[in-house]
């Protein structure tokens, strides 16, 4: 599952969530601090994880 941040446009906090791409295009995500919904996508790093070693 990817990792998706988010600011809050209530509150303007940062915050990471592990969503589905379903989850995230159907926007079920809100705030941890306030519970508002109003929430912006930040672009951050990208990190791949897989299960075969190298």
Do not use: D, I
Request: aromatic share 12%.
């Amino acid at each position: 599952m990817p990792n998706y941040e988010f600011q809050c446009q209530n509150c303007r906090k940062k915050y990471s969530l592990h969503l589905s791409v379903k989850e995230r295009e159907a926007r079920k995500y809100k705030c941890p601090k306030c519970g508002s919904k109003k929430s912006q996508p930040v672009f951050g790093g990208f990190f791949a994880k897989t299960s075969k070693k190298s």
